[in-house]
Nanobody, 128 residues
Framework: QIVESGGGLVQPGGSLRLSCTVS????????IGWFRQAPGKEREPVSC????????YYADFAKGRFTISRDNAKNTMYLEMNNLKPEDTAIYYC???????????????????????WGQGTQVTVSS
């Protein structure tokens, strides 16, 4: 089971911290990541952590503003989002699965494509 939380309404330039608590699998054994889906658009990768070496991937729009992390003891992962923009408005989802690929970017795309275990998502709205 996957449960996302922490979304909300925030003004441009504001910050949010999303949480993703999982049960049924152990975060540090799985490739994990955050994804988002804006209205009328396909779900896209935001940030991922590789299971093999802990490498991080950030989409270009997330670099310098978002930070992914995990707390293995709590089996929870986080997405710290700063300097939020209206175009960040979307439903944010997390997931994890046993996937590997040549690069962490490719792994993140594979995770999006193959994972069947998704939470209900948490809505992030950036608006003044």
């Amino acid at each position: 089971q996957i449960v996302e939380s922490g979304g909300g309404l925030v003004q441009p330039g504001g910050s949010l911290r999303l949480s993703c608590t999982v049960s049924g699998f152990t975060l540090d054994n799985y490739a994990i990541g955050w994804f988002r889906q804006a209205p009328g658009k396909e779900r896209e990768p935001v940030s991922c952590i590789s299971s093999s070496d802990g490498s991080l991937y950030y989409a270009d729009f997330a670099k310098g503003r978002f930070t992914i992390s995990r707390d293995n003891a709590k089996n929870t992962m986080y997405l710290e989002m700063n300097n939020l923009k209206p175009e960040d408005t979307a439903i944010y989802y997390c997931t994890g699965d046993l996937v590997w690929d040549d690069t962490v970017q490719a792994m993140c795309a594979t995770l999006l494509r193959v994972s069947n275990d998704w939470g209900q998502g948490t809505q992030v709205t950036v608006s003044s």
